[in-house]
């Protein structure tokens, strides 16, 4: 599917091998592994550890059969994404980390599977080459639009709850702000046009978006 959407990425350009890949990322399985491993045992809180574990099945299973199962593979890596938070928050081990975690979980969660649905529309030509049945190929890149629509202003509704709730400053209000303006810039052109070209440069912005989102919960909590 790389080699007809992004023939430029390192594996369908011949740069990496298969073997290599493969082994790179048992490595890495190891590695994330081990860390959630000491982080627990240091801290006497064996709950990352089990999140470690669940995300190592749940990225296996993902590769091997999710990937081209109709939105779910979408929503696996939007869980994966929130998953991520959760896991920094059990680490803290805090009743409001662990709430505040769940939270930005949650937002990272809906934005990220709103991405992967266009990233979908946006690679319909190669999946559909391979023989892929990803949710715009079955339904319709219009109503795969409507749903990464939908999910996108769901977020933009959600950011300003963490300032209302007095869990983040108006710093975080203020440079969040400028996210929910490109998320919803973005929302409109996937739902007015649903071409290769406005796809991409959705799923750009829908990134850009959320990068700024990450850097407005690390000032916010200041």
Known sequence: ????????????????????????????????????????YLTNNWIPF????????ILYMYA???KSTPLIGNLTVGFMTG????????????????????FLGFFAFVMTTAREITKDIEDIEGDKAEGAKTFPIL????????????????DCIL??????????S??????????V?????????????????????VSKYLKIGMLIAFVSFAIGSF
């Open 83 to 102: 998953l991520c938070f959760a896991f920094g928050g059990f680490s803290i081990g805090t009743p409001q980390m662990i709430y505040t975690s769940i």
């Open 170 to 179: 108006i710093l975080y209000l203020i440079i969040i702000a400028i996210a």
């Open 139 to 154: 339904y319709g890149t219009k109503i795969s639009a409507v749903i990464t629509f939908i999910l996108i202003i769901l």
């Open 181 to 201: 303006i490109i998320f919803i810039y973005a929302g409109i052109l996937i739902i007015r046009n649903q071409n290769t070209e406005t796809a991409a440069k």
């Open 1 to 40: 599917i790389d080699l007809i959407n992004k023939p430029e990425r390192p594996i369908p350009s011949g740069r990496i091998g298969l073997k290599t890949a493969r082994n790179y990322a048992y490595a890495l399985f190891l590695g994330g592994t081990i860390c959630g491993f000491l982080i627990s």
């Open 50 to 57: 089990i999140i470690v574990l669940c995300a190592d099945i």
């Open 64 to 66: 091997y059969k999710l």
């Open 159 to 168: 950011c300003p709850l963490l300032y209302f709730q007095h869990i983040f």
